[in-house]
């Protein structure tokens, strides 16, 4: 399967501050990429589609000032969260489609954000 | 609008008791995966069934999707505290897009 770097596995910020997390494809590279976010023992929420060279695609209720996503590179996709609040506290994940068949979803080790 | 429902969303049992997660939807699925989530890092994919009627098996999972691919199945048989974890369906869209079910934690006491 796909091998994706996240970084960094933990960050705690102050709020009004802005968090950058990166997400990397190390063994191909990703067209596409995905960023989710995962609440306490809740499933995982697609947030936007990171694509590379053009802008992303944010799902419905998500801020795309709030949440930033620059995909400059076939290997590299960044989240920024812009102004954080405590309520942006959350698991974020990043994940790419394997290189075959483009079936399945491989992920990063995940983000996990704490706002204080 | 998409969706997976999975069930249950919490089960404890005893080791080496068998136990079924469902995941079901309304629409068809291109293929759906397992994947399984340990606290503090990303989902690791179990399995991806993608033709209808299909069952695999991991070890002690079975997987299988439904014939007309909008429901699967995963089931474990005796239980080991080490399977302890949450499992959650995905399906891929025909939009390109993968999306969950809400996951089943499942607890497996010594």
């Known amino acids: 399967g796909a091998v994706v770097s996240q970084h960094p596995s933990r960050v705690i910020c102050k709020s009004g501050t802005s968090v950058k997390i990166e997400c990397r494809s190390l063994?191909?590279?990703?067209?596409?990429m995905f960023w989710y976010r995962q609440f306490p023992k809740q499933s995982l929420m697609l947030m936007a589609t990171?694509?590379?060279?053009?802008?992303?695609?944010?799902e419905q209720g998500v801020e795309k000032d709030k949440f930033l996503i620059n995909h400059a590179s076939l290997t590299l996709s960044t989240l920024t969260v812009t102004s954080a609040h405590p309520e942006d506290s959350s698991f974020y994940i990043c994940?790419?489609?394997?290189?075959?068949?483009?079936?399945?979803?491989?992920f990063g080790q995940g983000t996990r954000l704490t706002v204080v | 609008t998409q969706l997976l429902e999975q069930s249950p969303q919490f089960l404890s049992i005893q080791e080496g008791e068998n136990l079924t997660v469902y995941c079901n939807s309304s629409?068809?699925?291109?293929?759906l995966q397992w994947y399984r989530q340990e606290p503090g890092e990303g989902p690791v994919l179990l399995v991806t069934?993608?033709?209808?009627?299909e069952v695999k098996k991991l070890k002690r999972l079975t997987f299988q999707f439904g014939d007309a691919r909008k429901d699967s199945s995963l089931h474990i048989t005796a239980a080991q505290p080490g399977d302890t974890g949450l499992y959650l369906c995905?399906?891929?869209?025909?939009?390109?897009?993968?999306?969950f079910g809400a996951g089943t934690r499942l607890f497996v006491k010594a």
């Open positions: 995905a399906g891929r869209t025909g939009g390109f897009k993968t999306i």
């Open positions: 990171s694509n590379e060279g053009s802008k992303a695609t944010y």
């Open positions: 063994d191909f590279q990703a067209t596409t």
């Open positions: 994940s790419v489609y394997g290189p075959t068949g483009n079936t399945e979803a491989f």
């Open positions: 629409s068809v699925f291109s293929s």
């Open positions: 069934v993608v033709t209808g009627g």
